[in-house]
């Protein structure tokens, strides 16, 4: 090992372990996962090539074998629990897609949830198994986040009891389905559907497009690959464009709404319960923000305690850049962000099951919240995680830019969280939504619960947006629950700023809609505030649950790392706010130095307590063992271009010219 | 052309064709660059496949041919002239690079800066020529910033009159140098210098590393490809390790120093002039920032103008995206800085220019200032254009993530040079250290000119860091000048904070070094702020060269913006320093809004006035006609996965899968 890791390791003061505990749930789970790891590692049929030296045709190629063994091997080991599955794929995949991901992701869960029982029975089996290879084919070409604007249409004959498909205009090709490409041979696909000349809005029709035994596109289909991107390059996202397209009467999914076979359109009885899946995706997207951030500072931090250079004092050796304080600020305020949203992500997905419990029971009173709380998180996680993606990319200098640091992959495959499931800042004014809503509660006497409940404290009448001395500000900056209360102030003052903003454009004689409009870039500063707030707490809250002391003195120092340096990024808020005083900043700015200082000693456990393995990691950076140089020169000989010793390109196009000199 | 945009080019209150002319510098300017640049778009030779379809090692062929046939072109054209290549290249290369890059851009300088007549006369022509293709090897895989610590040595043998060249360990192999992979057959190798069991540091050797002719590397000469990288993919940046390599006594650049035939070392009269090199770089990469934003927020502008989605008002057709004042909030500050970048690349390049004909006539008292500032700039402007690209590309929606937009490309082009050629934020130390310089002298009585004159009024003495009431504070938001007072005032009290902790910090007993690296946030901070204005205060006196009222009216909003905007961002800075009051930084966020909706009408002509062909911006989101949805189809076509209709993975890994089930 390199003795600057050992070094490092041995100078912590707690075992990292015990975190790796609490970030898997438990002891046991810690046990499992690793168990489930090992299969991977010992096993030569996972040992594929590095993507990196791949030609895209390739990096597709290798990808569609690992799905395949994947879908064997899972059976073979009898592992189905979820998360198992997910521990299996996130090592399997390193930083990569999978081209039949949402088989399994999209297909199988739509079918389960809004499929009638005949209909599960018809398709799902075959599809578990990869007979049918299913994805979800619902934005198009022209059409992202306005659904009612899609122009795919299915219209009913109910003389052969058939639905025709069409894609009427070239904004209405379905485009981006992950998988649709090349490799799918059925797609649930999202239409307006037309019965007895009345459109009924959008409805989901399983299509499929390929034959099933040759592959090859059926009549009326048009389908393929749309084309490189910044990342995902192993994933063939496809277009899909349908004329005349005939699917039979039992395709559309009925669970819900029906179609009888004379035309007849019933309508479901609640439309409410179609919100659970995107809920689920989003809460799954806050700790993807977690993990893929985590992941980033590992490789950062390793690097950084490994890589010598420059000079603190002349004539002594070169110190890790790791001792250098503008490294330490841009490195330890992500890893205690990437906590936070490690903490923020079990959260929600322990929510997410909770409340899905209380909907299996007709409970669905806290989902309108837990609506918008995923919408704005995941808005706030993947925003922050991105940009702090590429700070953990470019604190590691040149080799940064090196397919070899594994970050570059991180980052395009992370960044399309950002738009998809909900464009962020489309997320974040659904967040605003529900924040005016209570707002308007709060004003008409009514009280709010859960994460908004502090409007209630809101004395509306009483505050004017630039004059709100009122608000207590003995704010204890060495206090994670002080901290939360200031957050908490910015948000409500920042809600109730909206709000009155809001107020002020519509007795303008603007239209609701365009008050809104008007508004939204306060009501997207108001739901930020709300979101930063709530990670603060929940960070906060998770302290108390932490019995060990000395990782709880640890993650006390990450907390207050966290609330401090958002401070101090913010402080026109809290400024304006009178939530803090100047001289409160500066003690603030101070204080993170300090705290820079203090964690300096444990940023290397810290992060090996996520517990990567290197082969997620893909980095040479970021190995465990710190063995970076020598790997480094043994990775680079393999890119394509030393295949030879001459490139051809000197004899074509260099020589000829040099000749003619 | 699509309705929309011409509906936005006929609403414009401005002729963009009259900014054109002031950006180029003149409108003979632009002329002749449209002269050439129409040479390149009417000649077949220039019409190469698109880069986004090929494998690396095809797109490093492209590159390479395209490079032969400029250096043949440009020669029958009679092209000559720096800015005329400069344009040349730009439109040739579109968002890439180009392996034989370092020649021209790096082999030829140094060897005309460092080199003596006869050293010039023997390798000039052929490497104008490309017989000799040359790079500059400096950088090593364990080496970047600090120069001092590169572990290559030259070690002067007299018996032979040869240099030994080694590497002696897996750091000091040279590492990163553009083209030194497979295209060069010469680098210029930076070495410590051995002669007579003496170490006299760092000098340049002109190192032939590949046999003119058979182009195969030379004995003890290890050469290739570091591997794949997040872009630069047809840039064959290298490696080359040296073992007991033997070159000529003349091959050492010995314009400054030399090594006599009997190994007396003759030392330089000065090394102030190798600052040359290093400030035109660091000059030209402002203007580089100042392109690629202009670039992203061209195509990020056009096609939200194009692009219709969701709704404002329900019922009515869905809007121009451009028309939701979250969209505009994202990209007219960013427009506004480019605009801001432009006027500050120009300058830089003026002053360079200026300041290189004093040098010329031995006059070197504005050299530290120049290099301060090109350092500083260097970092703020390719920091900020770096986020602002790719908020541009996110600001596409998920089409931005495909490089049909573009935006990918330009990014990953663009931002290494948040890395290279200095790392930005040992840049922004670099800068730092003239402001603590400065401030010294000012404390000391003397006074400082330049842009950081205003030390000259700070009133040392009287101001504490917390309790800066003393300031003027009527700030008139509306008057760029005004503005300008505002920022500088906040650069001096971030100045006068970081030398006063830099003082707290040494009198603590610590040495003047540790004490350095334990306020360098602060010392960042403040050359940021120092930065800041200084762009705030060239686009304010760029308003006053411009004749035109209508551009001048245009350019006002913009400048407005970036002013308030980078207030807003930072309010904390101005609040804290008394600069401003809460409720003045609510006026702030109140005109921004305001800017927003007068900066619309004219958003499309502005990014029309940069001029970039469509053949530049690589783009299918940002095509002047605007012609988007059909071209995304006719370009999705050409993916590498769709020249089968069934892709050979589904017979080789899915069918078998699926028969077994």
């Known amino acids: 090992m390199n003795p600057d890791l ?39 049929d996972f040992q594929h090539e590095d993507y990196n030296f791949l030609t895209r045709s390739q990096r597709y190629e290798v990808a569609v074998k690992k799905s395949a063994s994947m879908v064997k091997k899972l059976r073979e080991f009898g592992i189905a629990d979820p998360d198992e599955i997910m521990w299996f794929k996130k090592l399997q995949l390193v930083n990569f897609v999978e081209p039949v991901g949402l088989n399994y992701s999209m297909f199988i869960p739509t079918l389960l949830n809004q499929g009638t029982t005949a209909q599960q029975e018809k398709w799902l089996h075959s599809s578990k198994g990869l007979q049918i290879i299913g994805t979800y084919a619902q934005t198009e070409m022209g059409h992202g986040t306005h659904l009612r604007g899609l122009e795919t249409t299915a219209t009913y004959d109910p003389k052969t009891q058939e639905f025709i498909l069409n894609s009427p205009t070239v904004t209405s090709i379905k485009w981006w389905p992950g998988g649709l490409g090349k490799t799918s041979n ?41 084309g490189p991107k910044f990342g995902y390059e192993e994933m063939d996202n496809g277009y899909l464009k349908m004329d005349n397209y005939r699917i039979p009467r039992e395709n559309m999914l009925m669970k819900y709404a029906q179609v009888k076979p004379d035309g007849t359109y019933v309508k479901p009885l609640s439309d409410k319960l179609t919100y659970g899946t995107m809920v689920f995706v989003r809460s799954f997207l806050v700790g993807e923000a977690a993990r893929s951030l985590s992941k980033a500072c590992t490789i950062a931090i390793r690097y950084s305690a490994v890589r010598h250079q ?36 079990a959260y929600m997905k322990e929510t997410y099951h909770r409340i899905n419990e209380g909907i299996g029971q007709g409970d669905l ?38 397919h070899s640091s594994g970050i570059p992959n991180i980052y395009v495959t992370f960044t399309p969280a950002c738009t998809f499931e909900g464009e962020n800042t489309v997320m974040m004014l659904q967040t605003a939504r529900f924040l005016m809503k209570s707002y308007d509660h709060v004003h008409s006497g009514e009280l709010v619960c859960g994460m908004v409940s502090y409007l209630n404290d809101l004395p509306s009448q009483r505050i004017q947006p630039q004059q709100v001395a009122v608000w207590p500000t003995v704010v204890d900056i060495n206090s994670p629950d002080s901290l939360t209360e200031a957050y908490k102030l910015r948000a409500a003052r920042l809600v109730d700023i909206a709000a009155k903003n809001l107020r002020n454009e519509m007795s303008h004689r603007k239209s609701k809609e365009v008050a809104w409009n008007l508004t939204s870039v306060d009501l997207v500063r108001a739901s930020e505030a709300h979101c930063h ?70 940023a290397v456990a810290l992060v090996d307590a996520f517990d990567f393995k290197d082969m997620t990691l893909g980095s040479v950076l970021g190995r465990y063992d710190g063995n970076v140089y020598e790997n480094l020169f043994e990775w680079a000989k393999k890119s394509p271009l030393n295949q030879t010793e001459v490139h051809e390109s000197y004899h074509k196009h260099l020589k000829p010219l040099q000749s003619k000199l």
């Open 6 to 44: 050992r070094r490092e390791r041995a100078a912590a003061t707690f075992n990292p372990e015990l975190i790796t505990h609490i970030l898997d749930g438990s002891p046991e789970k810690t046990r499992r996962r690793r168990e489930i790891e090992n299969l991977i590692m010992n096993d030569p």
């Open 186 to 226: 059925h797609a649930i696909v999202l239409a307006q559907l037309f019965t007895q000349g009345k459109c009924y809005g959008l409805h989901a029709f399983i299509v499929p497009i390929r034959e099933i035994g040759t592959h090859k596109p059926l009549p009326g289909i048009t389908v393929g690959d749309i």
């Open 310 to 345: 420059s000079e603190i004092k002349p004539g002594e050796p070169e110190p890790q850049i790791l001792d250098f304080q503008t490294q330490q600020y841009k490195l330890f305020p992500l890893l205690a962000t990437a906590y936070a949203f490690q903490f923020v992500g």
């Open 365 to 402: 009173s806290e989902l309108p919240e837990l609506h918008a709380l995923t919408a704005g998180l995941k808005a706030f996680t993947t925003w922050t995680a991105n940009a702090a993606i590429e700070e953990c990319r470019m604190a590691c200098g040149g080799h940064g830019y090196s």
């Open 533 to 602: 707030y709530v990670v603060v707490k929940l960070f906060s809250e998770k302290l108390l649950k932490i019995q060990d002391k000395s990782i709880q003195a640890v993650l006390r120092n990450l907390c207050l790392l966290y609330c401090l340096y958002g401070i101090s990024q913010k402080a026109g808020d809290f400024l304006q706010g009178n939530i803090m005083t100047g001289s409160q900043i500066t003690q603030v700015n101070q204080r993170i130095m300090e705290l820079l200082t203090i964690i300096r000693p444990n």
